[in-house]
């Protein structure tokens, strides 16, 4: 099993950022990908950034330019660094891990989510 905890959330006014962390614990050693995803409410839960175990990137074209995910493996831990934040991207925001701990078998965890409002 993989621990996500998520942290960096809050309020903003637009135009301003914010970074969010997330701290993968556990198996962490089949971890595939990791990602973001959010939800506003009313609203399905989408995917904003993903990370690959190569490092290759993916952005939701809605936050591509404005958003950047990245990580640092010695601290287990995934970022998203959110600028030029508009009051659209107000959701709870959710780290993701996409493992594979054998051939042709995915699970998938989840953090408890972080809030972020943006205020225009």
């Known amino acids: 099993q993989v621990q996500l905890v998520e942290s960096g959330g809050g309020l903003v006014q637009a135009g301003g950022s914010l970074r969010l962390s997330c701290v993968a614990s556990?198996?962490?050693?089949?971890?595939?990908?990791m990602g973001w995803h959010r939800q506003a409410p009313g609203s399905q839960r989408e995917l904003v950034a993903a990370?690959?175990?190569?490092?290759?990137?993916n952005y939701a074209d809605s936050v591509k330019g404005r958003f950047t995910i990245s990580r640092d493996n010695a601290k287990n831990t995934v970022y998203l660094q959110m600028n030029s934040l508009k009051p659209e991207d107000t959701a709870v925001y959710y780290c993701?891990?996409?493992?594979?701990?054998?051939?042709?078998?995915?699970?998938?965890?989840w953090g408890q989510g972080t809030q972020v409002i943006v205020s225009s």
């Open positions: 990370i690959m175990s190569g490092g290759s990137t």
């Open positions: 993701n891990a996409d493992t594979r701990p054998r051939a042709g078998v995915r699970i998938d965890y």
């Open positions: 556990g198996s962490i050693f089949n971890i595939n990908a």
